[in-house]
């Protein structure tokens, strides 16, 4: 009797092992809810040699990168995780001749190619009739969004927008969407002082 119940118990554990089997898929990550600031824009405090409006979700730090560039600052979005590079660049013979200023700034955008899915560039004529380059790269690339804006005579300023976390683009597209308008607003608001 007791062979019995051992020739029926091997084969259903035999069975029951078989159909625990096939392919699991785990849930797919969710996204996070983003909720997305109202806008409001401010002018940038006196004491740099040009000035815009800005976000007011946006707070100015000093570029940590270059501190012998007084004129460099971060636009630092605490909340949305992102932070916005601008470099400033008083153009003279010394070789910072504009040609190579835009040569600088246009490489710098060019190495992203090697993840960029592409590149779409658009020049722009600012409001107080600076002409400007706006970079929309997408794909997973470290920044999404760059530009520069001149007088071609005196100044140049550049922006570049990246973001401190591992999520993948299509994540952040809400919060790259809301950063552009603030930095159109920034570059239609951008003013020279010499």
């Given at each position: 009797?007791?062979?019995?119940?051992?020739?029926?118990?091997?084969?259903?554990?035999?069975?029951?092992?078989?159909?625990?089997?096939?392919?699991?898929?785990?849930?797919?990550?969710?996204?996070?809810?983003?909720?997305?600031?109202?806008?409001?824009?401010?002018?940038?405090?006196?004491?740099?040699?040009?000035?815009f409006e800005y976000s007011k979700n946006a707070s100015v730090e000093p570029d940590s990168f270059n501190l012998a560039e007084k004129n460099w600052i971060n636009l630092n979005y605490k909340e949305l995780g992102g932070k916005v590079h601008l470099t400033y660049l008083p153009l003279d013979s010394k070789g910072k001749d504009l040609k190579t200023v835009m040569n600088d700034a246009i490489n710098l955008t060019a190495k992203h190619q090697i993840k960029a899915y592409g590149?779409?560039?658009?020049?722009?004529?600012?409001?107080?009739?600076?002409?400007?380059?706006?970079?929309?790269?997408?794909?997973?690339?470290?920044?999404?969004?760059?530009?520069?804006?001149?007088?071609?005579?005196?100044?140049?300023?550049?922006?570049?927008?990246?973001?401190?976390?591992?999520?993948?683009?299509?994540?952040?597209a809400p919060i790259i969407e809301y950063i552009k308008v603030d930095l159109i607003h920034l570059i239609n608001t951008l003013e020279f002082k010499n």
């Amino acid at each position: 009797m007791l062979r019995m119940k051992r020739v029926f118990l091997v084969p259903f554990i035999l069975l029951l092992l078989a159909s625990c089997g096939g392919d699991f898929l785990p849930k797919p990550k969710g996204y996070n809810r983003i909720d997305l600031p109202e806008r409001e824009f401010i002018s940038l405090e006196e004491g740099k040699p040009y000035t815009f409006e800005y976000s007011k979700n946006a707070s100015v730090e000093p570029d940590s990168f270059n501190l012998a560039e007084k004129n460099w600052i971060n636009l630092n979005y605490k909340e949305l995780g992102g932070k916005v590079h601008l470099t400033y660049l008083p153009l003279d013979s010394k070789g910072k001749d504009l040609k190579t200023v835009m040569n600088d700034a246009i490489n710098l955008t060019a190495k992203h190619q090697i993840k960029a899915y592409g590149i779409e560039e658009s020049v722009l004529l600012t409001p107080k009739g600076y002409t400007g380059v706006v970079a929309e790269l997408s794909g997973e690339v470290p920044t999404q969004f760059q530009f520069f804006v001149t007088d071609s005579t005196s100044n140049f300023l550049r922006g570049a927008l990246y973001f401190n976390t591992s999520m993948k683009n299509d994540s952040l597209a809400p919060i790259i969407e809301y950063i552009k308008v603030d930095l159109i607003h920034l570059i239609n608001t951008l003013e020279f002082k010499n």
